[in-house]
């Protein structure tokens, strides 16, 4: 079977499982919407929250980022990992007993006031819009290069999938699709992974696989450091960021997962106290095993890309000998290449091929049939040891989707990666979509503007704002503002510096107040604001960083400006009522949760 | 809640304790060996691995999720000795 085929079958397969689910698991009532009825079993759940929390970034771009800078890509890998621990010890259980639906929810009855249930509304979906427009470009991608269609068709695709079962089947539609979605996601990251592995080192599992020895006697990380100094890289396993800025963007990343509103709102949907915990347990496994397959297709994916395109004696390929995918990338635009030494042969090596890093392609093919473009580098000089000048631009998002095409592995893999991939950045949106929508039509329409109106005009209220909620996201998708890739570090600051401490103090200082926990929100979210929009958006360059600090890294000093605020002000305002001081007193105790209420 | 303040105290305390020590042991395997003292672990070979870059890229997550059971498995203990599970 050719693997146009093979692709229309799985992709088109596990959309009709989707939707099937969907069907079957339509939810009637606001907690079947919300919180799936509260009764989802804690394994279930996990999976859920994995799917869920594992998005287009994990499945595509996670392994290229690492690929590319090697130990500094740590971060994300520590840092989206380690959140779940404090997410399963300070957050989920007290979340569960406290039996709201929403964040928004917790902060606003926690703290008795509507203003800062209104920020946490703000903070919730500013975080989530943030994070479904990379979604939804995702899906976008990954529909055009393997179903031949453009990326706004995709994107369109994509919209009307998600709209099906989120809007219809809410939080317990959701969960089960996202159930499937795991299934295939990782089975779709595996299966490659494992082929690679087999291929490069004779080992199986990628976890062991990336310390295996190779043919030539050299351990594949020791080939990997020689191989990049050789071309003038830093080698892969030594880091070229400060230790502070590695620190803080770590604990950014680890506070804003266990502070990201859709992870959160998933401890809400199981039935005891005791299953939010173990179900934290569960989903960290669950994500593991893809996150710790991803060092090692990383570095596969590398050796791979440096072999097939520098070739054995590390000279470089003729273009003609290139292989196919090669061609493909480069028609999808995300390989450019551009002969500076005029010797027909692709080589790569570091610094950039083309001026601005990235190539601009213009109509009409050269002499080799590559892609022409308009602003290769001007003076090609070979960067410190490198034995050439760089030709070739790599986009760090292909690594994934290319390396079973690289590694030469059998069709079906690559079909099963593109439906991974769509699988990875649909149930990411669902989730998302459905936090926005709970956040509108619950804490905004029934907490704060009209607290009068039915269940059932609730639930109207939810799916029409999932609607809209799509169709601005689909917008985003089809005219990405061009900052997507930075504005992610601001749903992760964001998360750091005003979801997570607001919670924490919630549940762990019976002295917090209205006034404290609206002035560290505030603080938090200026602060962090501020500094990710002048270094981003501003020009503000890197040598006035503070302390080093770049701005993915900044939403921990944000969180710590947060609590000290919060703290100095809560102790020069009266302390919580009698009555809120009993509601935490009788959140850490996790007898008697009983259901989310509606309520 | 059919727990006295005192006990309920009690309970609250060694929760606390039973949270404080895992997160030393999570700042430690993370932020200790996989980025403080990374380089020095570098100079240790394990199964292939410089032993501080496997801690940043694998042995974390592994040290994570035991945290988490051991967590689950702890407080599965203490809400029984104060008899408030589930």
Known sequence: MSLDLLTYLFIGGSFALYIGIAIWARAGSTQEFYVAGGGVHPIANGMATAADWMSAASFISLAGIISFVGRDGSAYLMGWTGGYVLLAMLLAPYLRKFGKFTVPDFVGDRYYSSTARMIAVICTIVISFTYVAGQMRGVGIVFSRYLHVDVNTGVLIGMAIVFFYAVLGGMKGITYTQVAQYCVLILAFTVPAFFLSAQITGHFLPQTGLGATLGSGQSVLATLDQLSVELGFNAYTDGSKSTVDMVFFTIALMAGTAGLPHVIVRFFTVPRVKDARTSAGWALIFIAILYTSIPGVAGFGRVNLINTVNGPDNTGTSYAEMPGWFKNWENSGLIGWYDHNGDGKVQYAAGNAFEGGKPNFIDGTGEQGQRMVSNPTLAPAPVKAAPFANEVYVDRDIMVLANPEIANLPAWVIALVAAGAVAAALSTAAGLLLVISTAISHDMMKKTINPNITDKQELMYARLAAIVAICIAGYFGINPPGFVAQVVALAFGLACASVFPVIVMGIFSKRMNTQGAVTGMLVGLVSTMAYIIYFKFMGGSADQYLFGISPEGFGTVGMILNFVSAFAVASMTPAPSEEIQKIIEDIRIPRGAGGAHAH | ?86
């Open chain 2, 1 to 86: 809640m059919s727990l006295s303040p005192e006990k309920a105290k009690a309970y609250w305390r060694e929760n606390l304790g039973i949270i404080s020590v895992y997160l030393v042991i999570w700042f430690v395997a993370s932020y200790g060996f996989g980025i403080l003292l990374v380089d020095q672990l570098d100079a240790i070979q394990f199964f292939g691995f410089p032993l501080g870059f496997w801690f940043a890229q694998q042995g974390s997550i592994f040290i994570f999720v035991i945290l988490i059971w051991a967590y689950v498995y702890s407080m599965n203990k203490l809400d029984e000795k104060y008899d408030v599970h589930e």
